[in-house]
């Protein structure tokens, strides 16, 4: 159902230098951009405001894609960024990622002799390189498995008392390899491994449905508490009374070594509803968890406290007649208050006008914040306006549905800056070019007020009291065995442009300027128009080299050794800073 037109919107200035908040597009000629996830770099030595951004890259028909991950600055600027490819493999695709330390940790499927294997990849923070994998077989090597979602855990996974640091990837397993909701067996799965990616136990979740043949059970995130693992995702009711069944929302919980410890599943919807992610107060002991649902087209939150009690004063969903089609996609702290949490979510259409000119936008990214206790809305809340459409039916579209029926990828995360300012960093899509079907990469750097530097409008929807129905899902353990791979890498070439306010002129010349190649070898180059001043500084803050841009806006960097470094570029009135990687 498509919106009303809107001719409100708002060019928001910025407080402070230009470069505190950006909004920037990366694009690959003839590509789209697919399956985007984000995450901030997590290790503290030295202190890095660097994240990740990864993804696949389709061709305009969505026949074939190539995995993606990039390395990008506080500022916006990419410092490197790659594919990567298994040599055998047809497919190889990624849906989520983590950091932890200096490393990067992914997982989505590989395709092994054509069934979908869910994989868990290692690679360094630093360059991108390629250090380890495996993909595991799930019951047996005919079963297609997929990893929705990765996070690192610390956990005590045998119970014998001593932690055992690894990962916990959250997904599904299938008798069809293309997702299918009318497949015999669609069951979730919770696989936890350790640091060397070696399984430590698998468990499966279902809901057996024998009233007809929907089948949506996955799961497709996990938020550790003081106690356990508590699962969200979905799974199917069979409501034997009316012969029907329908998506419903998982809310399970395991102990650290897969034992299940409470289900509180439930249903609410008329037709599908899901839970997307949750968000874990060790202050208060509760847990706010993310839902969408069919019957009000919005996000929702239900919240019980860590022993599955159902908390109905501060659960509830959201409406808005007018806007309909908002779903909430990752839960994060508010940056104003720890009483506060906030959602992030795409839009999935959206009309507007400015002045003349009609847009009109599919993924749209919104943020929306709220009071822990009340569900209140606090301050203003946007949307951000940009026009997209997505591409053809495919297996992890978005908008195949009225909502995802399984893949929510998180797209946001709040993190303090090397100014100690405060942002929110947010991932989405903009067609380039309708007429080739490009769909590039859209990043926002926005302050704790949820303002960005670009088109915007407010929204608040209405609040209402949830009521549910409870649905038992069932948890168990599984066998899995797990096989080594080889992943190559490529650096991949982009074009990365900008969003700005009005600037004055020296502003406008500064914030242009990019730096490419990064990670390079002999020379690095500047563009713009305009000459500047340069220093080079190590990682320990010692500048080594100084000088100005040369009439070829570049910098001979061949005598540098391979390490991290920081190159300034300044005027009278202005600087800007990148990170370079020397090969």
Not at 145 to 156: E, K, M, P, V, W
Not at 407 to 433: C, E, Q, W
Not at 552 to 560: G, H, K, V, Y
Request: glycine content about 6%; aromatic content about 14%.
């Amino acid at each position: 159902m498509k919106t009303k037109l809107f001719t409100l919107f708002f060019l928001l200035s910025l407080s402070g230098p230009a470069w505190c908040q950006f909004q920037t597009n990366i694009s690959v000629s003839g590509m789209v951009y697919h399956d985007v996830c984000i995450e901030p770099l997590s290790f503290n030595v030295p202190q890095t405001t660097d994240y990740l951004v990864a993804g696949n890259l389709f061709d305009p028909a969505l026949q074939s894609e190539r995995m993606f991950i990039k390395k990008v600055d506080e500022n916006g600027s990419v410092i490197w960024n790659k594919t990567y490819h298994e040599t055998t493999s047809p497919h190889l695709r990624v849906l989520d990622i983590v950091s932890h330390l200096d490393l990067i940790f992914a997982t989505g499927y590989i395709d092994i002799a054509g069934v979908r294997k869910v994989f868990l990849a290692q690679f360094d923070a630093l360059n991108g390189n390629f250090l380890q994998s495996k993909y595991y077989d799930i019951l047996g090597p005919n079963v297609n498995s997929t990893g929705l979602h990765i996070s690192f855990s610390n956990s005590d996974a045998n119970g014998d008392s001593t932690p055992d640091p690894g990962f916990i990837i959250a997904g599904y397993w299938s008798q069809c390899y293309n997702v299918d909701v009318n497949c015999p067996l669609n069951i979730g799965f919770v696989l936890r491994t350790d640091f060397a990616l070696n399984v430590l136990w698998t468990v499966e979740t279902d809901a057996p449905n024998n009233v007809n043949s929907l089948d949506y059970d996955f799961v497709n995130s996990i938020t550790e508490t003081n106690d356990g693992f508590f699962l969200t995702g979905s799974a199917t009711w069979a409501n034997v009374s009316n012969n029907t069944a329908q998506q419903v929302v998982l809310a399970h919980k395991l102990d650290f070594q897969g034992n299940m410890l409470w289900d509180r599943s439930y249903v609410f919807g008329n037709g599908s509803d899901v839970s997307a992610d949750a968000y874990y107060d060790a202050a208060t002991n509760k847990i706010y968890m993310l839902s969408n649902y069919s019957f009000s087209h919005y996000f929702a939150i239900t919240v019980f406290d860590n022993n599955g009690t159902y908390d109905s004063v501060r659960s509830w969903y959201a409406n808005d007649p007018n806007n309909l089609n908002m779903y909430g996609f990752t839960l994060m702290p508010s940056f104003n208050s720890p009483n506060n949490l906030v959602i992030s979510g795409y839009d999935r259409d959206e009309n507007w006008n400015i002045g003349s000119n009609s847009f009109y936008g599919e993924s749209n990214v919104f943020m929306y914040e709220f009071d822990k206790n009340t569900g209140t809305p606090v301050g203003l809340n946007y949307q951000y306006l940009v026009p997209n459409v997505e591409p053809g039916s495919e297996d992890f579209n978005l908008w195949d549905f009225q909502m995802p029926i399984m893949y929510y990828p998180d797209m946001s995360f709040p993190k303090t800056d090397n100014s100690v300012n405060n942002h929110y960093y947010l991932a989405g899509y903009r067609v380039i070019d309708p007429a080739i079907v490009d769909v590039s990469l859209e990043l926002f750097k926005v302050d704790p007020a949820k303002r960005n530097t670009c088109d915007s409008r407010l929204i608040a929807p209405n609040h209402t009291p949830l009521t549910k129905q409870n649905t038992p899902v069932t948890s168990g353990h599984v066998a899995t065995t797990s096989i080594a791979i080889t992943i190559s890498a490529t650096a991949l070439p982009y074009v990365e442009d900008f969003c700005t306010r009005q600037l004055a002129i020296e502003e406008n010349n500064i914030e242009k300027i990019q730096m490419y190649p990064n990670p390079a070898g002999e020379m690095v180059f500047f563009s713009g128009k305009e000459l500047f001043n340069f220093n080079i500084t190590e990682a320990s803050g010692k500048i080594i080299a100084k000088g100005s841009l040369n009439n070829l806006r570049q910098i001979d960097i061949s005598n540098l050794a391979v390490g991290l470094y920081f190159i300034e570029i300044f005027n009278s009135q202005n600087k800007r800073s990148f990170k370079l990687i020397k090969e």
